[in-house]
Nanobody, 115 residues
Framework: QVRIVESGGGLVQPGGSLRLSCAASGNIFSIYHMGWYRQAAGKQRELVAIISSGGSTNVADSVKGRFTISRDNAKHTVYLHMHSLRPEDTTVYSC?????????WGQGTQVTVSS
């Protein structure tokens, strides 16, 4: 069994920064991709950023230049570094990990950007 737990969300003012963390635990031998997604009300789920075990990344155009993704393979943890946050970044951010050819999801963490 694999468990995915996100943390680091919260309330931040426009222009501020947050770092989200996502840790995978359980019966894990290897994790290939780890990624962050978000889904605002009334919109489709959007891939924010994804990183492979080798460090290759893909970041959505909507956040490129403001968000970066990194991971610690030894800790089975992925991070989303968010800067210059905007009100439109407000939503729940969910983490997903590709473990042994299956994708596992966390419960999500709320990010609210407001003054």
């Amino acid at each position: 069994q694999v468990r995915i737990v996100e943390s680091g969300g919260g309330l931040v003012q426009p222009g501020g920064s947050l770092r989200l963390s996502c840790a995978a635990s359980g019966n894990i031998f290897s994790i290939y991709h780890m990624g962050w997604y978000r889904q605002a009300a009334g919109k489709q789920r959007e891939l924010v950023a994804i990183i492979s075990s080798g460090g290759s990344t893909n970041v959505a155009d909507s956040v490129k230049g403001r968000f970066t993704i990194s991971r610690d393979n030894a800790k089975h943890t992925v991070y989303l570094h968010m800067h210059s946050l905007r009100p439109e970044d407000t939503t729940v951010y969910s983490c997903s990990a590709e473990v042994h050819d299956s994708w596992y999801w966390g419960q999500g963490t709320q990010v609210t950007v407001s003054s």
